[in-house]
């Protein structure tokens, strides 16, 4: 059940040596992570507690214990009492994988929220993260990108529709589209930039501004390696953009201008620069698919329907026109 607690409560503390427990709530959920996370509050403080229904990626890991101990804005992993990273939690009819922080204080920003002081300071971050001092032979993407192609996509809409699933005839309806966004992503792939680390999870709801005005970055599940120009071109955008309405050119250029002015290198390449944006679109629509046909509790197969029904042909004067944002 999304939003519900898995956990016992004293089994929580005493495995990360929490205090004694005072109250344990909900605090919220995600589409990536359905299980949640929980506001724990003990005789020692307040903490944020996560549940996952998989076990956390050793890079991902490495990436956060790196930019900790590098003192970057972030909320504080909290070990378990035999100084492990996360632990298991017992009794449970599957696996419940835990993980503690010290909790946050402040306020999320919201989905579509634009100003060019946020998108500054989430640029300022940006190449933070980038700069990060993970060895460059750990910076291998452990699911990289790949074309599906025609057949792929054609078996996983054969599967959806003999399982009665309700985006088997919009997806048999799109492999055309899907197979020209994979070789359009193809063509304008990039293979001689060097990866960097990253959280690749820069969203508004991830960053949090405190009282005091410091702006620090919770949610590292997805941490891992990333092209630098490709993300900076994605969270540009996304730190840009008002609900319904075109990217503000001021705020591209002040997320731009933030990165710059932190260390970071940009260069745009036009067009190419929205590649990973698009195999980012693409493989979430996959992950979608195939939770659904697997039949996991966590499956949403009406979030699949809408990702498929916003699946559309690239144009490419808007992406052009778009692109020229960059040049700054």
């Known amino acids: 059940m999304p939003g ?19 109250g344990l709530t909900v605090a919220g959920v995600g589409q ?4 949640g996370v929980l506001r724990l509050e003990t005789s020692k403080g307040r903490y944020a507690i996560k549940q996952m229904d998989r076990e956390p990626k050793r890079l991902a890991l490495r990436i956060e214990s790196i930019a900790f101990e590098s003192g970057f804005p972030m909320s504080e992993p909290i070990l378990t009492h035999t100084a492990q990273r996360y632990a298991v939690s017992p009794h449970q009819h599957r696996p419940i994988w835990v993980r503690a922080y010290r909790w946050v204080d402040g306020t ?33 993407d452990d699911v990289p990108w ?20 309700p985006w088997g005839p919009v997806l ?10 994979e070789a359009h992503i193809l063509h304008h792939f990039v293979t001689d930039e060097p990866m960097v680390p990253s959280q690749r999870d820069l969203h508004p709801p991830n960053v949090i501004r405190g009282p005091e005005g410091r702006h620090r970055l919770v949610d590292w599940d997805a941490a891992g390696p990333v092209n630098a120009r490709e993300e900076v071109a994605t969270f540009a955008l996304v730190w840009a953009t008002p609900p319904g309405e075109s990217p503000r050119a001021d705020a591209v250029q002040a997320f731009i201008h933030g990165y ?11 067009i190419a620069d929205f590649t990973h944006q698009l195999s980012s679109r693409l493989n979430w629509v996959r992950y979608n698919l195939e939770r659904d046909l697997e039949l996991r509790p966590d499956a949403q197969p009406g979030l699949t329907l809408a990702l498929l029904s916003g699946v559309q042909s690239l144009d490419l004067n808007a992406l052009t026109q778009t692109a020229a944002l960059f040049q700054v």
């Open 4 to 22: 519900a607690i898995f956990v016992e409560p004293e089994w929580l503390t005493h495995t990360f040596d929490l205090g004694q427990v005072q």
């Open 32 to 35: 990536v992570n359905p299980l």
């Open 108 to 140: 999320p920003y919201a989905w579509g929220h634009v100003s060019t002081g946020a998108s500054t300071e989430v640029g300022r971050l940006l190449a933070l993260l980038h700069a990060l001092p993970v060895p460059m032979g750990e910076l291998r």
């Open 146 to 165: 790949s074309a599906l192609g025609s057949d792929g996509w054609a078996e996983l809409a054969s599967r959806g529709l003999q399982l009665g699933l």
């Open 172 to 181: 048999r309806d799109r492999v055309a589209t899907l197979t020209s966004l």
């Open 260 to 270: 710059r002015g932190a260390g970071g290198r940009f260069e745009t390449r036009g």
